[in-house]
C-alpha cells in the first residue's frame, strides 16, 4: 500500500470550513484513498473514499488531484464534534487482508 | 442495527495471566478484524476473518496471541502470558465484503477494549 503523509495536528475554527492534506505521491493506479476518523475514546469512522473523481457525502467531500498524487478532506461546517484524529489511507480495493493501514493521521482541534 | 460490541471494555491483569476478548460483530456482517492500537498511535492490522475463516495474520499476531470466529459470528482474541508491551486498545471492525462502491469494504469498529497488564 502506498504510503501517506499528513500534517501531525490542525485548529479549525467551530463553522468554517476545515481543509485536511493528504500526500500520497507513490500511489499505484487501483488504489484508492479513504479517510477515516477517530473520536477520542471511539473506534474509528469511515467518512468517505474515492479514486480519480471528486467525492461527497453527508460527512465530507474528497477533492483528489488529476495527478492523484494528493488529496483533501473537507468538512464544509466544522463542528466541535468533529475534532477527533483524521486518517488518510491508500490501499487497493481488494488487499490482504482487507487490511487498512493507519499512520499517524491529523489530529484536528475545533474551536469555538 | 446495533453496531459492533466488545466485552470488556477495560481489562486489568498481571504479567503472565491470561486474557480473552469478545467482539460481537454486527449481525449481517461476514468479515471480521482485529486491530491493537497504542497511546499516540493508528490501529495496526492484527487478523482478519472471512465467516469463520481466519485468512490473513499479521507478524505482529505472536505465538502467543489466538484468534477464533467459531460458526462466522462472533470472535475471540485470547492472549496467553501477557507482557507489559500488550498494554493497548484492541479493536475489532466487521464489513459486509464488497458494501462500498468499487467493491471494497467500510470497516465498522466497536469501542475496543483497553487492556493494561501491570
Known amino acids: 500500500d502506498a504510503k501517506t503523509t499528513q500534517p501531525t495536528s490542525m485548529d479549525c475554527a467551530e463553522g468554517r470550513a476545515a481543509n485536511l492534506p493528504c500526500n500520497h505521491s507513490?500511489?499505484?493506479?487501483?488504489?484508492?484513498v479513504y479517510w477515516y476518523r477517530q473520536i477520542h475514546s471511539q473506534g474509528p469512522q469511515y467518512i468517505i473514499h474515492g479514486l480519480k473523481n471528486n467525492e461527497t457525502n453527508e460527512m465530507a467531500s474528497l477533492i483528489i488531484t488529476e495527478d492523484r498524487k494528493s488529496s483533501t478532506l473537507i468538512l464544509p461546517h466544522a463542528t466541535l464534534r468533529d475534532t477527533a484524529v483524521y486518517y488518510c489511507i491508500v490501499r487497493v480495493a481488494k488487499a490482504a487482508g482487507n487490511k487498512l493501514t493507519f499512520g499517524g493521521g491529523t489530529r484536528v482541534l475545533v474551536k469555538p | 442495527d446495533t453496531g459492533v460490541s466488545q466485552d470488556p471494555r477495560h481489562k486489568i491483569t498481571k504479567r503472565g495471566q491470561n486474557v480473552t476478548f469478545r467482539c460481537d460483530p454486527i449481525s449481517e456482517h461476514n468479515r471480521l478484524y482485529w486491530y491493537r492500537q497504542t497511546l499516540g498511535q493508528g490501529p495496526e492490522f492484527l487478523t482478519y476473518?472471512?465467516?469463520?475463516?481466519?485468512?490473513?495474520k499479521s507478524r505482529l499476531l505472536s505465538d502467543r496471541f489466538s484468534a477464533e470466529r467459531p460458526k462466522g459470528s462472533f470472535s475471540t482474541l485470547e492472549i496467553q502470558r501477557t507482557e507489559q508491551g500488550d498494554s493497548a486498545m484492541y479493536l475489532c471492525a466487521s464489513s459486509r465484503e464488497g458494501g462500498l462502491a468499487g467493491g471494497i469494504d467500510e470497516q465498522y469498529f466497536g469501542p475496543g477494549t483497553r487492556l493494561t497488564v501491570t
Open positions: 507513490t500511489i499505484s493506479g487501483n488504489e484508492y
Open positions: 476473518f472471512q465467516n469463520e475463516a481466519q485468512l490473513e
